[in-house]
């Protein structure tokens, strides 16, 4: 097929003839229309063809959040290349890897990053910088007319990999363009969106947002960084009347926990990219009043697999993932590939129209998970393994039961244990290493590594450390790094996992008296110091300086107090009436109290005295 | 060649080190001035240093002893009164002020204590540079914001300071925020160890001010003899201060009991040693340590700087027992560099050291103790730290300026009025609306209130 309007594109240049004048994207104050950002994209892309960019060619984009990183996205498939997102965060050894992995002719760029590409043989592009690109003229203006076809790749984006190296995989036209049709059947995107940019671009889950543009949306481009910052969030959705939005459970959970304001404009909040626990999403639906829908989907399956939108019923208790969206088709299957009865645990399998065309130079492996789909009467038709298990529930909706494998998700961000343990086990003076995710706090999941170093030169948790934090993304940095003389083995001789010492301190390793907190402020102050101390439970009654305290933790624990309760209690009471949670909550309440007028307190009183008796016995939780 | 005039209070671990710095710009031939507690006349006369006594040695015991006072609150006031009079302040300044009358002085002083080394410096435009001498330190001043309407000792300065013409200051923090120069006691590795907020004070890191050799002195007899007669024991050391909590030497003592290993354990104060000591653990009151250090198998110390850079230096491992103040930042990055590890208090119990004790005499250990002691030799601090502080000679500009105090002053009392009707204004719409969490923790506070009441 060779349609015009197979292709995003072209599909984007069929919406610039429509309205050439409207706004399509504001970044910091200031905006570009459809024909301007369309003549920018053109220019960059006739400058890429001359490089000899055309089908199938990967050209790198390593920038900010900017009018640059847009322009750049859409020259590429203007010029009929293939994009791939390096992040500009990623340690030099990975974005090295990522070159070479993906033989980048080209990489665009912007001046104040090109300094990362020093070694990088290919054409180097810092499009911000004065005579990088063509001058504006009717010629390089002008659409391009590369004929396509839809297998052609339009994106290479990396996810981790269990080898130790990250894998590309390759996404063809075909494959988005029947995503992005689902998009538009349910979320009708049009001229009078606004659409929030704030997913890091080497996230997969930002394609959609860009690509809004197709579709006549506004594309608000949030400051780089900015996706951290829940305040910047907050009043960025607000005064742009942002109409959709996008987070993952984790950013999510952190951004209702701020002050919240009401979004009138607000209607669509997708969330993506890892399990939507069923209290956060009573918690969306009790706050917010725009829809709520939980996407899921692999990078090898397009975006998105399967959708759910929200029901706000607020008692459920589980979250499920939806249905396949159109075009696809989900299986639960056992290990001998026979669908499972509804209920029963199996492994998830995707097939159908949004399957990427498997790992890039990985032919072995892009076998080993895109496997035939027995079900289809398609000829050649595949399936994605996707490695996580999963449940029909009784209204034929999915439910995602977490991974199968070495693979996690965490914060948001999909990490291969195994990548982060081959590389420690590269450094010289390491001889084993074992990398798990561990939650000694509740709901407090981090990694953590054990390594059995080499005898003679045992290589320091700091010196791991720093080795790891210049090869491997943040998020990929094991929050412990514990030393081992040997691993804990099962009777089958392999490591065993669930044997593994605990990085923190246990509680029961002491014979002093455990006190549990008993009301809620005593619960909230619990929570805020257990961050700051490297041990399982914070009894009531244990003090501050014998847990490990001194006057710099005091201060940051005062600031999350602060930002928590809006309570100010000051360092000296803290430092000496304070010293233990059940001494600090009783300053927290009485400041509490000294800062609530008489009225505010007659107000509550008379609204606590109309609650039924299993309202107060809810309070009381 | 300039005059150096060096001012410190306290304890070993906060003279020595200035001590060794005057030794070595003495050695650089310059003239160097320390001025401190007279009991330390005798260390720098050995050193070769000009010195001069704010007191008499026996009084050291009692200032050591005084000391505690910071331990209970009600007494905060009685310790102010005794070390912040005029009387004290001034007797300082007239010394200070003499030592500097040459045009090319140059004031070096501990940061956060040495009020009247920085009013010389103002007074006469004399540059100063301030010693840190634990990481943790750097962030001082943020805590000390926190603290300064606590501080009492600001009226007593101001008093002073109006005493001998200087303008007001609005606080501690922001008057040590005037110096412009800080030199950071410890090695990059330690520095390395552990990140430190973005808003601490920059600081110039110079490595650890190791023993001179001039305080290396013969070790006794009877210690060389125990030491050598079988393997190497352990060594206790909570430093010569007392704010120690009791239960260090309680839980190291008890903890070699437990393993049956050889000790020395040092100690100057006899309330510490809390039972009669088996034969294999040997009490001294005062030992030379430098010299001991490298003779053991392991350390049990507090946490403090000077212990935890010697033991270092030594290359011998350490565990830190260590509470408040630089030590519990001292010991997570030892544990960090993988040449010890740390116990907050809760886990002072006789087996849970035990257990840290052994897991501290690893081969592994030892040879990251060694390869870190090779790493700390070949680095020459004190010359790093003199040439950082000879840039400040005939530089006036790094003097503290009463021009920079008067402003912050003013812009102080003019945060102070806006501050006040900002709060103001910010809790008249508070009150308006509180916020939800807050409604929610309030509802649930009365309401146990009133349970606890029984009125519900």
Partial sequence: ?621 | MANFVLSTHMTNGDVLPFLRIASALVKRGHQATLVTHGVFEPMAAKAGIGFVALDEPEEYAGIMKDLEMWKDPDMHQTYENKYYSIDKFMKEYTILKELCSREDSVLICKERDSYVAMMVSEALHVPIVTVVLAPSYATQLQVWKQMEADITAIDRINDFRKRIGLPPISGLAGWMGTVKKHIGFWHESFDAALDLPDWAIPIETVGFPLADSAEYETLPEDLTTFIQEREPPLLITGGTGKMIKPEFYWSAIEACKWMKRRTILVTRHEEFVHCELPDYIRWYKILPLAGVYPLVSGVINHGGIGTVSAAMFAGTPQLILGADTDRPDNGLRVKNMGVGDYLPPLYWQPQLVAERVEGILTSQTKARCVRLAEQLSRHDTMKTACEEIETLIDQPAYAISSETIRADYEQAERMRDHTAAQVKASTEERDEQLYDEKRAALKKLLLKRKLDKGSV
């Fill in chain 1, 1 to 621: 097929m060779n349609t015009r309007h197979a292709f995003i594109h072209h599909q984007f240049e069929e919406q610039v003839r429509q309205t050439p004048d409207r706004t399509a994207v504001v970044f910091e104050g200031h905006s570009l229309t459809y024909e301007e950002l369309n003549q920018r994209a053109n220019r960059l892309a006739h400058h890429l063809c001359q490089l000899g960019v055309g089908h199938d060619v990967r050209v790198g984009i390593c920038m900010e959040r900017s009018f640059e990183m847009v322009t750049a996205i859409f020259a590429v498939l203007k010029a009929g290349g293939a994009y791939v997102p390096l992040d500009p965060d990623y340690p030099k050894d990975r974005l090295e890897h990522l070159l070479t992995d993906s033989q980048a002719s080209v990489v665009l760029t912007q001046q104040q990053l090109a300094q990362q590409f020093t070694s990088y043989s290919g054409t180097l592009l810092a499009v911000d910088e004065a005579g990088a690109l063509p001058v504006s003229s009717q010629d390089t203006n002008a659409n391009l007319d590369i004929p396509m076809h839809e297998q052609h790749l339009a994106y290479v984006y990396y996810t981790s990999g269990s080898t130790g190296k990250p894998k590309g995989v390759m996404v063809a036209h075909s494959a988005i363009r029947s995503r992005l049709a689902w998009l538009q059947e349910t979320f009708q995107i049009g001229e009078a969106d606004r659409v929030l940019q704030k997913s890091p671009y080497s996230f997969d889950v930002a394609v959609w947002e860009f690509l809004s543009l197709i579709y006549g949306a506004c594309l608000v481009v949030a400051k780089p960084k900015g996706h951290l910052d829940n305040a910047y969030l907050w009043s960025l959705l607000d005064r742009e009347q942002i109409t959709i939005v996008q987070f993952v459970p984790t950013m999510l959970q952190t951004f209702l926990a701020e002050q919240a304001v009401e979004l009138p404009h607000l209607r669509h909040v997708i969330v993506a990219g890892e399990a939507l626990t069923a209290s956060l999403h009573a918690r969306f639906c009790r706050m917010m009043s725009a829809q709520l829908h939980n996407l899921y989907g692999p990078t090898e399956t397009t975006i998105f697999a399967t959708g759910w939108t929200s029901d706000l019923d607020t008692s459920r208790n589980e979250v499920p993932i939806g249905k396949a969206l159109s075009g696809g088709d989900v299986y639960i299957l056992n290990e001998r590939y026979e669908k499972v009865a509804p209920g029963e645990v199996g492994e998830l399998y995707i097939s159908g129209a949004g399957l990427a065309r498997g790992y890039l130079n990985r032919p072995d492996l892009t076998a080993e998970r895109f496997v035939p789909d027995p079900f289809s009467s398609e000829p050649g038709a595949r399936m994605y393994e996707t490695g996580d298990l999963a449940r029909w529930l009784p209204d034929k909706s999915v439910e995602c039961l977490g991974r199968n494998d070495d693979q996690v998700k965490l914060r948001g961000y999909r990490i291969e244990l195994g990548e982060i343990s081959t590389m420690l086990e590269e450094h010289p003076n390491v001889r084993q290493a074992v990398v798990i995710v561990r939650e000694d706090h509740p709901g407090d999941q981090r990694l953590a590594a054990y390594y059995m170093p080499d005898a003679t030169s045992a290589p320091s948790v700091s010196e791991l450390r720093a080795y790891l934090q210049d090869r491997l993304p943040e998020y990929m940095v094991p929050s412990y790094l514990v030393e081992m003389e040997q691993f804990p083995l099962t009777p089958s001789g392999k490591t065993d996992r669930k044997a593994l010492p605990s990085p923190v301190l246990s509680r029961d390793m002491i014979s002093g008296g455990y006190t549990a907190p008993e009301s809620y402020i005593q619960e909230e102050l619990c929570n805020i110091w257990s961050a700051f101390f490297n041990l399982d439970r914070i009894g009531i009654d244990d003090d501050f300086i014998d847990l490990g305290g001194h006057s710099l933790v005091a201060t940051q624990i005062l600031v999350r107090i602060q930002q928590t309760l809006d309570v100010k209690v000051s360092l000296k009471d803290m430092l000496t009436k304070g010293k233990t949670i059940r001494a600090l909550a009783e300053l927290v309440e009485e400041s509490l109290l000294a800062d609530t007028d008489e009225q505010e307190l007659e107000q509550l009183m008379r609204e606590m005295e109309q609650m039924s008796e299993d309202e107060l016995a809810a309070l009381m939780k």
